[in-house]
């Protein structure tokens, strides 16, 4: 079993930073591969940044990319989401995920290829 959690969350200002981070429990984490998903009032749940198991490979949607920026520190059991120049529109609540996989080099996009998922944590952007 897997428990992960995020904090990091708050309120910013529109061009503002924020980090957002996940603690997974457990010793497997090192066989996990990493994902945060947003979703904002009303919409779906979208897909923000997915990493490998040694941080090798990252993923983002045209959304995001070049603003965000996934990372891991596997000696803390924890992964990472910089989000940079922040819009109104990335105001959701935002949700990590893991998923067991014995290669190294993969990743994954989609919600239900997701085993674990954290509680969320609510970014706000907005001035």
């Known amino acids: 079993q897997v428990q992960l959690v995020e904090s990091g969350g708050g309120l910013v200002q529109p061009g503002g930073s924020l980090r957002l981070s996940c603690a997974a429990s457990?010793?497997?984490?090192?066989?996990?591969?990493m994902g945060w998903f947003r979703q904002a009032p009303g919409k779906d749940r979208e897909f923000a940044a997915a990493?490998?198991?040694?941080?090798?490979?990252?993923y983002y949607p045209e959304s995001v990319k070049g603003r965000f920026t996934i990372s891991r520190d596997n000696a803390k059991n924890t992964v990472y989401l910089q989000m940079n120049s922040l819009k109104p529109e990335d105001t959701a609540v935002y949700y990590c995920?893991?998923?067991?996989?014995?290669?190294?080099?993969?990743?994954?996009?989609?919600?239900?290829?997701?085993?674990?998922w954290g509680q969320g944590t609510q970014v706000t952007v907005s001035s």
């Open positions: 995920a893991a998923e067991r996989t014995f290669y190294s080099h993969k990743y994954f996009s989609k919600g239900d290829e997701y085993e674990y």
């Open positions: 990493i490998d198991l040694n941080g090798d490979n990252t």
């Open positions: 457990g010793r497997t984490f090192s066989v996990l591969a």
